[in-house]
Structures are given as structure tokens and as C-alpha cells.
């Protein structure tokens, strides 16, 4: 007998996903608290609600979540029809609830935007980011990019340095060649699922959509760069990643990455709440966060105006 559920929250763009013709979509990856599903040219996640929000995820209590998903394989059938979810191999039909879904573009503009106070922000996080342990993975990155320090001798460094140099350059010069040519040396970069590269394009995405018209030196938004980014990173990254910078240039971001831009706007004193909020990121993966994270900050660098970033160390 199918068992019939309903989502204990959803995420806004989903929404439309339930409302279609009938069709079939298949299993993309599988975890222990999250299954990600290919529907069409997007992907929809179904996470355990020990996890946050996502841009494209419908969330389960942890109980349900681990019966349900435990189990799970890439590849399996799964349809959406009758305004639910169905996956065969577990009998089970999910359907959202009758209630108004998370909006995972956070409310910029209901905040008090100070560049002053963000810069202070910024050289916190940074020198927060680059004290962490080191991880593979981008982040260790921070130290050369925003506080002059040596970069990390990796192949891995050695490949995306310039790049990052190059995309915020041309992000603040509105230079849509070079941010296209910056996006090819970062998009797939990196192992794993949603590769180094991709994370913080995401990062540097998001904070373009979102910011860019509050924080520009020259008062100018950059939700162009933004599309420049996930247009060009599509082809030549994994399917997740994609779907996360589409999100990105869109403004719809995790719930833990909404929160610590939202955290941007409080007063400098406010240290430890924007640390707190930068942990809640820095948490989120093996090297996801962080990475995420330092294309954030030089995205809010970026901003500040024309850098020399050629002379950096």
C-alpha cells in the first residue's frame, strides 16, 4: 500500500515542479539525510529537516527522512503526478503542505545597509576564515586574495588563484568577457558533487545579485555578472552545481548562507553574531562552506572599487 506524506516545509521554486503534466525523473545521489532527484533540467532535494534549506529542497522529519530515504539508490524511478512525488521503490507519494513555502531570497531589502560596517565585517571573516584548520579545497585561498598573505603552493591553488583575481576584477569593471573567462577556470574545479570552483562561484554569485546595488562603490548593480556566472559554468560543471548557481544568480540561496548575509547588516559591535552565522556555513559540507565563504567575501571586496589585484602577493 502507498504510504502517503506531507513535506514538513518546501522551498518556493519548487513549487511549480508539483503543479506540471505528469512525468518521470530518476535518482541523482543518495546520503544518509538527503536524496537529490533529476526532474527535467533541474534537481530537486528531499532532506531531512536536521539539515537547512535549500533553494530546491522539500524537508522531512528526521525520523521519516531516515526510514524513507535509507535505501535509496542513483538511478531508481521516481514520478511526479497528482501534485506529488512518487518514488516506486519505497511505495511512498509525498505531496507539499497547504502552507506558504520558504523564500529562500533573503530580505535585503527590509535591512539598513552600511559599506562601512561590511568592510569591518569583511576583514573579520576573512581573517576568521583563513584561521581555520586547513582544509582542502579553496578557502586557504582568503589569506593571499583579501590580506596579503602568501598563497598555499597546490595544484589546485596554483590553478584557481588567478582566476579568482581575474572575476573580481572584471566583476567590478563590469568586464562580461572576463568574467566569462575567469567562470571557465572555476566551474568544475575540484572533486566532489558541487566542486571547489563551483562553490565559490555560488558565493560570489549570490553576493552580486544581492548586494551589489546596496554596497557598490559606484552605486551600480551587478545582477548581470551574476547571469554571466551560471551561464557559463553550466556546461562545464556537474548537474548539482549548475542547479545552485541558476539559484545563486536568482538571489535564492541555502538558509545558512541567507542568514550570515542577512548578519552582513548588523552593527560592527555585533562580532559574535556574524561569526556565529559565518560557522553555521563553514559547517556545511568537507569544504563546501568554506569555499563558499571566500567567494562571498571577494565578491563584498570586489564592491569596494577597483583593486590591483595583479600585485597581490
Partial sequence: MTISLLALDYSRPIQPLFAQASR??????????????????????????????????????????????????PGMQVWICNASLH???????????????????????????????????IRLLAHHLVAQPQRDGLAPLIGPLLLGQPAPETPLSRMALPALRMLALASWRRDSAGVA??????????????????DALAGF???MTLLSPYLSADAAPRDDIAATIARVARPRTTALSAVFL?????????????????????????SEAVLHAANHVLSFGANSGGDTLLGMLLALRALEGEIDWSNKP
Fill in 87 to 121: 518514488i516506486p521503490a519505497r511505495d511512498f507519494s509525498l505531496y507539499l503542505p497547504q502552507t506558504p513555502p520558504w523564500e529562500p531570497r533573503p530580505g535585503i531589502a527590509d535591512y539598513r545597509w552600511s559599506r562601512k560596517t561590511v568592510i569591518h565585517h
Fill in 24 to 73: 518521470a525523473g530518476s535518482i541523482h545521489s543518495a546520503f544518509h539525510h538527503a536524496v537529490n532527484i533529476t526532474l527535467d533540467d533541474t534537481i530537486l532535494a528531499l532532506l531531512s529537516s536536521e539539515l537547512p534549506r535549500m533553494p530546491n529542497s522539500a524537508r522531512l522529519p528526521p525520523v521519516v527522512a531516515e526510514e524513507l530515504l535509507h535505501g535509496l539508490r
Fill in 181 to 198: 573567462e575567469a567562470t571557465c577556470g572555476l566551474a568544475g574545479l575540484g572533486p566532489g558533487l558541487t566542486p571547489s570552483g563551483d
Fill in 205 to 207: 554569485a549570490a553576493v
Fill in 246 to 270: 541558476a539559484h545563486a544568480a536568482q538571489g535564492e540561496v541555502a538558509e545558512h548562507l541567507g542568514n550570515l548575509l542577512l548578519a552582513l547588516a548588523l552593527p560592527a559591535e555585533a
